[in-house]
């Protein structure tokens, strides 16, 4: 994949990711590996100004001769042989050896995850698994900040254009997760953990011998779950 990066401030430069032909890059984890730095995929217009590039026949032979950046999956290890493209119009390059005919310039985690993968920590393969996801941190950079110019003053006195994150637990997302994990045919089963309530009195319509009924039902639910916490903490409830 070939796209274009600029740091910021910066203008923009090309820049060419190699990752094995059974792998698609991941968009998620090439812009964590590049930031601050953004990037776009290439459009015809830079197709036209860059007349080296063959699209669908890139090969390293055009990048390293042009001086474009060329950044390789971990697993392009000197020595492995590869099918590449020969930077012409429906022709490839079969056996390009790393490290003999090619020399990248440097490595990038950027290609999809997939089961069996060795960890980062070295634990063992990786395996997939559905998760929830209750919860997110982003790293926003000045994306935002640049285009509201938003700056505040240095320790210097001069403004500094300020960097941004997002952090947030959704709170609908927790009462969602439980509904999920915690229900039967009748509904949604509240863990005692986190039920708001032992039990709800609902006054189904408007008759006054119904609502004092349930006045009084209250009452005695609330004096018996008072006197039960008393007996087992030894401490009254403050409510």
């Known amino acids: 994949m070939v796209l274009k990066v600029r740091q910021p401030g910066g203008d923009w430069e090309l820049l060419a990711v190699g990752v094995p032909g059974d792998r698609e890059v991941d968009e998620k984890r090439l812009a964590a590996a590049l930031d601050p730095a953004e990037y776009a995929l290439l459009d015809d217009a830079d197709f036209a100004k860059h007349r080296f590039l063959a699209k669908g026949y ?25 099918i590449t493209g020969a930077d012409e119009p429906g022709k490839h390059v079969v056996g390009l050896v790393a490290g003999r005919d090619f020399v990248a310039d440097g490595t990038i985690e950027a290609a999809e995850v997939r089961d069996g993968d060795p960890s980062p920590d070295g634990a063992g393969p990786l395996v997939s698994a559905r998760g929830i996801e209750i919860g997110h941190i982003f790293q926003l950079g000045r994306k935002y900040t640049d285009a509201f110019a938003a700056d505040v003053l ?13 952090y947030g637990i959704g709170v609908s997302r927790l009462v969602a997760v439980i509904a999920e994990q915690h229900h039967d045919e009748l509904g949604l089963r509240w863990p005692s953990s986190v039920s708001p309530f032992d039990a709800h009195v609902v006054i189904a319509n408007k008759d006054d011998a119904a609502r004092a009924g349930a006045a009084e039902l209250a009452d005695e639910l609330w004096t018996g779950w008072a006197s039960r916490c008393c007996s087992t903490t030894g401490r009254p409830h403050p409510g």
């Open 58 to 82: 890139i090969g390293p032979k055009a990048l390293l001769a042009n001086g474009v950046r060329y950044l390789v999956d971990p697993r392009v290890v000197d020595g492995t042989s590869w």
């Open 154 to 166: 240095g320790e210097d006195g001069k403004p500094v254009r300020l960097t941004m994150g997002s």
